[in-house]
């Protein structure tokens, strides 16, 4: 089992910037993808950036340029870190850890459904 507790969302202004951060306990040892999603009202939840076992971070093409993700050297954090924030980001955000094969993160070819353990989410709003 793997616990994720999220923090770090709020509301902030246009062109301000963010870090959400995704707290991991239990068996991490485990984990081989560390993603964030998002969810707006009325969407689905897609995939924002992911850090694959062995890898670098990798972002949606909507978020490239603007975001960061990365983890402490303990490996038990990992963080979203948003730059240029306009009301098209606001959401619920979601840290979600995958236990699976690496190959059913790479790419988002599993989509959310490869992901067993996730956080409780955490809101952005973003007033323009």
């Known amino acids: 089992q793997v616990r994720l507790v999220e923090s770090g969302g709020g509301l902030v202004q246009a062109g301000e910037s963010l870090r959400l951060s995704c707290a991991a306990s239990g068996n991490i040892d485990s984990v081989n993808a560390w993603a964030w999603h998002r969810q707006a009202p009325g969407n689905q939840r897609t995939l924002v950036a992911v850090i694959i076992s062995g890898g670098s971070a990798t972002y949606a093409d909507s978020g490239k340029g603007r975001l960061a993700s990365f983890r402490n050297n303990a490996r038990d954090t990992w963080y979203l870190h948003m730059n240029n924030l306009n009301s098209d980001h606001g959401a619920v955000y979601y840290c979600?850890?995958?236990?699976?094969?690496?190959?059913?993160?790479?790419?988002?070819?599993?989509?959310?459904?490869?992901?067993?353990?996730w956080g409780q989410g955490t809101q952005v709003t973003v007033s323009s």
């Open positions: 979600a850890a995958g236990i699976g094969s690496i190959s059913d993160y790479d790419a988002d070819v599993g989509g959310p459904y490869a992901y067993t353990y």
